[in-house]
């Protein structure tokens, strides 16, 4: 009898985390990492939405230019309209090329996030080759989409040739933290951080994929059993691709 | 680790896992983003900056995302619960945006046409 009732006190160390009241329950059906990943996404979804609605609310408090595209002139005055800031294009230095390069930079990031789901896709199937191939593939285009964005900052602070006359007869190109050709100070600053935001999450996705790689190389999630680790890493990227569709669209076409 | 074929290759609940890639949702939804964001670029040229202009690619932004959270992120295939707990938090930044907004337009009104 003795032996009986130690037997029912001791069924919950017997089985850990198989009673309802002992972690067993899944309500979500997923695993405890990715549930976090999920909720880290989310936090960080607040981040990204309250820059932009920062750039909605200063650009709302600035003026809006309300001449022809083709009249337009960079001035402090105006809130500037994106088509005439973002013209140019590596190469073809001079031409007026609007939107082009921004669109580009942001096909390659959805060609990534692509390439990612088909990682984390031969992981269900327990493929390592495969894996290694589209993790392989994702860093490429992370690391694509990293140079264009170098290119885009090294063009918005060097300036175009022309630069802007300013109030004190000067002439100013290109732009920095207190002052920039293009328009109000606030719109530069905004380019900065929104950009720069988005840019050190897509670094530290490249990072992490660079550890998935290896990871995947050495056979240590072949040996867990389960590619977990990469589809939480996948989650990661897409929710960066996701920031960059609602920044191209609020800081690059409205 | 031993060198082995394929077929003989196990999850951890011991069943056999080499199958066929399913790929082909992932493409449809790569087609809808890719077609929806050409759509966009096209529309920034052919149509002049208005209020219009900036609802559709607002829309048209929320479909890109609806396609990238549902499909890549696999929302669409999880419990009901997870969606809602993910969904309902982002409701709340609709507010955000529109008071954040307003009040900005409020801010420049002061700031432009106090003393006309």
Known sequence: MAISTTATQNAAYEAPRSGTWDGGNEPFKASYGKLMMWFFLLSDAFTFAAFLTTYGMVRHRHLAYTGTPEAFKFSTAYWPIPEKVFNAFPGLHGYDI???????????????SVTMVLAVEAGHRMDKDDVQKWLLWTILFGGMFLGCQAWEWAHFISGTDEGTLMADGSRFFGANLTMNQYGPVLFADLFFFITGFHGTHVFSGVCLLVYAFIATTNGTFHKR?????????????????????????????? | MAHHAPEHDYNAEGHAVHGKPNVKPILRALAWIV?????????????????????????????????????????????KGLIWSIMIPMALLIWLLVALVSEGSFVGEAIFNAYK
């Open chain 2, 35 to 79: 077609g929806i964001t050409a759509f966009e670029f096209l529309l920034a040229f052919v149509m002049d900056a208005s209020t219009l202009r900036n609802s559709i690619f607002i829309i048209l932004t929320i479909f890109k995302a609806f396609f990238i959270v549902a499909e890549f992120m696999h929302l669409r295939h999880e419990t």
């Open chain 1, 225 to 254: 059993g389960h590619y977990e680790m990469v589809e939480k890493i996948g989650l990661y990227w897409h929710f960066v691709d996701l920031v960059w569709v609602f920044v191209f669209t609020f800081f690059y076409l409205i």
């Open chain 1, 98 to 112: 609007p939107l082009a390069f921004v669109a580009l930079m942001t096909m390659i990031l959805i060609v990534s």
